[in-house]
């Protein structure tokens, strides 16, 4: 599971990974994600944050 920003950005034309560049690395540099390729996961210790990361990512997608 995770989010495949490759994918989305095909089918919806919305470069999350783009959007959200700067917490994508803080949350995989202390170990609440990992970025294999295109697709993003949470790891245990992101699944804590899940509502909040995810929010914040789609809120900068829409630009508020």
Same mark, same amino acid.
Do not use: C, H, M, W
């Given at each position: 599971? /995770? !989010? =495949?920003?490759?994918?989305?950005?095909? *089918?919806? %034309?919305? =470069? +999350?990974?783009?959007?959200?560049?700067?917490?994508?690395? *803080? +949350?995989?540099?202390? %170990?609440?994600?990992?970025?294999? /390729?295109?697709?993003? *996961?949470?790891?245990?210790? %992101?699944? +804590?944050?899940?509502?909040? !990361?995810? %929010?914040?990512? +789609?809120?900068?997608?829409? /630009?508020?």
């Amino acid at each position: 599971t /995770g !989010i =495949d920003f490759e994918l989305l950005t095909e *089918r919806y %034309g919305v =470069d +999350l990974r783009q959007a959200n560049a700067a917490e994508i690395a *803080r +949350l995989t540099a202390e %170990g609440s994600a990992t970025l294999q /390729g295109s697709v993003f *996961r949470l790891s245990p210790k %992101g699944y +804590l944050l899940a509502d909040e !990361i995810s %929010g914040a990512f +789609l809120a900068r997608a829409a /630009g508020a």
